[in-house]
């Protein structure tokens, strides 16, 4: 789960930095926290790999509503945008942009994964290529007015772990980390888009603000689903930016 984690918290390092321009702080030492934090959550990582191999099968397995579906025999895709509406018949999942909010395009994506604009000309290599990779990331927006955030990843798991031992481990591997202060709650579920999701709420305070940052996750076939809502507006603002799933 190394990549992924690294990615959650380059996220919350996006609000960090977000209130940091609104509070003076130094972006260099916000930086330093960021790489003091994936530093922390690497060292775990080796526990959590061989527990995650030593888990129990019915957690391997995944629990009754997790089951891979129909969608799972669908050909991997990214989706894609029609204007302000993004579809993924892989994922079975729709999401409409919020007015306001914006969206990364694909040469963006592509830059954060480390691909090549070429890449990009051919969607058979494009789709080809995404299907090796453990982590993909299919929609990142923003709202620039409040720095709320919305991802949707998929992350290729090896063991078929459930989502409820995905959340687990996370979990684990989160309050390891002590440089951002995370306070992790218990894990939970959720239905987003007709879907019941494994839910795990975190939240990271600073003198001068709160960052809440929820991850829910399915598992699809040899995929684990991710949404990752991050806002400064409490469960209020996650429950809002929700809505525009279906």
Not at 5 to 30: P, R, Y
Not at 141 to 149: M, R
Request: aromatic share 10%; proline share 2%.
């Amino acid at each position: 789960m190394k990549k992924s984690l690294f990615v959650f918290v380059t996220f919350i390092f996006a609000c960090f930095f977000a209130a940091a321009q609104d509070t003076g702080e130094a972006l260099d030492e916000k930086t330093a926290t960021v790489e003091e934090a994936v530093e922390e959550a690497d060292a775990s990582l080796n526990d959590k790999t061989v527990a995650e191999a030593n888990a129990p099968a019915d957690e391997k397995a995944g629990e009754g509503g997790e089951k891979a579906s129909e969608n799972a025999a669908i050909e991997f895709s990214t989706g894609e945008w029609n204007g302000n509406l993004y579809t993924n018949d892989f994922i079975g999942i729709k999401y409409e942009l919020p007015q306001g909010w914006e969206k990364y395009g694909d040469e963006e994506i592509a830059a954060i994964m480390n691909l090549g604009k070429e890449f990009l000309n051919d969607n058979q290599k494009k789709y080809a290529e995404l299907a090796k990779l453990t982590t993909v990331y299919h929609i990142l927006t923003n709202n620039p007015l409040t720095s709320d955030t919305v991802c949707l990843v998929t992350e290729k798991t090896f063991l078929g772990i459930s989502a409820n031992l995905y959340a687990k481990n996370l979990k684990h591997e989160l309050e390891a980390v002590k440089s951002l202060k995370y306070e992790v709650d218990e894990i939970s579920t959720r239905e987003i888009a007709g879907k019941k999701f494994t839910a795990l709420k975190t939240r990271v305070s600073t003198p001068m603000s709160s960052i809440t940052q929820v991850y829910y996750c399915y598992r699809l076939g040899k995929y684990m689903v991710c949404i990752i809502a991050t806002s400064k507006s409490g469960d209020e603002g996650i429950d809002a930016m929700l809505k525009a799933f279906r």
